[in-house]
């Protein structure tokens, strides 16, 4: 089976450039995250899907980011504009919730330059 | 907030020794999953742990939850170089599946 899928896997852009990442989960998985990591301040949750609907954005940095999951099977995290600061590795996750805590299956990231 | 600290940020071993890594939580755990990061990778799920005082063995790992539930250790025996990497704990929080990452261990291991 495929694992989480994320693209691009790395991303190069200029500062006030728009940047679309993109994920699609584990096939029957109904819960999905988006996180961000850098050196500085670790692995972040920035946002997560329950059944497509957003439980919880309080990570999200500013009103520069924003997340979508149209359907079951894709997300997209958008910042809008880029700035140096967004330089990161941005994971996208998911797994299949049952009520307790289950693992999280990791995409491969997409490591974002904004220059 | 809610927080989890991990100790040490970084341990550097020769081939060989042991390594262990402590995770402290500044809340009551309901349990406490770990994950493993190769450098260049992605976080890669260990295992969860869920009893008081719960202990629990991958080969040369052994995993420990306290008994109070605010605290977990990973340790390793006879470190290899492919054991090189981030080892976090995560915390689950309420609601849906969120974790809370700890802040992370990366381990070098020289052959």
């Known amino acids: 089976d495929a694992g989480v899928i994320q693209s691009p896997r790395h991303e190069v852009t200029e500062m006030g450039q728009e940047v679309t990442l993109r994920c699609k989960p584990i096939?029957?998985?109904?819960?999905l995250f988006w996180y961000r990591q850098t050196m500085m301040r670790g692995l972040e949750l920035l946002i997560y899907?329950?059944?497509?609907?957003?439980?919880?954005d309080s990570g999200m940095p500013e009103d520069r980011f924003s997340a979508k999951m149209p359907n079951a099977s894709f997300s997209t995290l958008k910042i809008q504009p880029s700035e140096p600061r967004d330089s990161a590795v941005y994971f996208c996750?998911?797994?299949?919730?049952?009520?307790?805590?289950?693992?999280?299956?990791f995409g491969p990231g997409t490591r974002l330059t904004v220059l | 907030g809610q927080q989890v600290m991990q100790i040490p940020q970084y341990q550097h071993v020769q081939e060989g020794e042991d390594f262990t890594t402590y995770c402290n939580s500044s809340?009551?755990?309901?349990?406490i999953q770990w994950y493993k990061q190769r450098p260049g990778g992605h976080p890669v799920f260990l295992i969860q742990l869920v009893k008081s005082g719960e202990v629990k063995k991958q080969k040369r790992l052994t995993f420990q939850f306290g008994e109070a539930k605010k605290n977990s250790s990973l340790h390793i025996t006879a470190t290899q170089t492919t054991d090189v990497g981030t080892y976090f704990c995560a915390d689950p929080n309420t609601g849906f599946q969120k974790l809370v990452f700890g802040t992370g261990t990366r381990l070098l291991v020289s052959p």
């Open positions: 899907f329950n059944n497509n609907v957003p439980i919880d």
């Open positions: 096939s029957g998985h109904n819960s």
């Open positions: 809340t009551t755990l309901s349990n």
């Open positions: 996750a998911s797994s299949h919730s049952r009520g307790s805590t289950d693992t999280q299956y």
